[in-house]
Nanobody, 113 residues
């Protein structure tokens, strides 16, 4: 059974940084493209960044230059390094392994002074 568990969210001031983690189990992690998505109340879940099995990251324009997606296949873990955070980055961030239809429970990121 595939399980994904996010961690690392919290409250941070504008301009601050956070590092999110997504730990996977029950799946051959290294074979899957992975992704981070985020959702705010009343809105659809939007893609933030994806990463190929080989480690190539793809980003939406709003986070380019500020966020970095990475993965450690030996640890079955994906990361999202978020710098220069803005209030509009406030959301619940979730991870997924594409093709499994499995999502983690999400971790709340709040950017506020």
């Amino acid at each position: 059974q595939v399980q994904l568990v996010e961690s690392g969210g919290g409250l941070v001031q504008p301009g601050g940084s956070l590092r999110l983690s997504c730990a996977a189990s029950g799946v051959v992690f290294s074979r899957y493209s992975m992704g981070w998505h985020r959702r705010t109340p009343g809105k659809e879940r939007d893609i933030v960044a994806t990463i190929t099995p080989g480690g190539r990251g793809i980003y939406v324009d709003s986070v380019k230059g500020r966020f970095t997606i990475s993965r450690d296949n030996a640890k079955n873990t994906m990361y999202l390094e978020m710098n220069n955070l803005k209030p509009e980055d406030t959301a619940v961030y979730s991870c997924t392994a594409y093709g499994t239809n499995v999502w983690g429970q999400g971790t709340q990121v709040t950017v506020s002074s």
